[in-house]
Nanobody
Framework: QVQLVESGGGLVQAGGSLRLSCVAS????????MAWFRQAPGKEREFVAS????????FYADSVKGRFTISRDNAKNTMYLQMNSLEFEDTAVYYC??????????????????WGQGTQVTVSS
């Protein structure tokens, strides 16, 4: 069983920055792919970024490429999302997820076995 807990959300002005964290429990953390998804009001949950178990390879949605950076510290069982140049359209609940290494390229929800409870990010225009 894996538990994920996100933190770091909040209210920020457009152009500002936030860093989200996701702490995971589970002894196989370093083997698992991890990802960030987000869900805006009235919209479906969408892929933001993912990272391999070693942290050596990352993938991004086009909408955040160049502004967001995903990373992980396996010694701390923690994944991060550094969000810079935030835009109003980034407003959403952000969720972290983990799954087997083969799903790192998947932008679909299925295949990601475990999810956190989400953290709210609100960007004011």
């Amino acid at each position: 069983q894996v538990q994920l807990v996100e933190s770091g959300g909040g209210l920020v002005q457009a152009g500002g920055s936030l860093r989200l964290s996701c702490v995971a429990s589970g002894r196989t953390f370093s083997l698992n792919a991890m990802a960030w998804f987000r869900q805006a009001p009235g919209k479906e949950r969408e892929f933001v970024a993912s990272i391999t178990g070693s942290g050596g390879t990352t993938f991004y949605a086009d909408s955040v490429k160049g502004r967001f950076t995903i990373s992980r510290d396996n010694a701390k069982n923690t994944m991060y999302l550094q969000m810079n140049s935030l835009e109003f359209e980034d407003t959403a609940v952000y969720y972290c997820a983990t799954g087997p290494s083969r799903v790192v390229l998947s932008r679909r929800l299925d295949g990601w076995n475990y999810w956190g409870q989400g953290t709210q990010v609100t960007v004011s225009s």
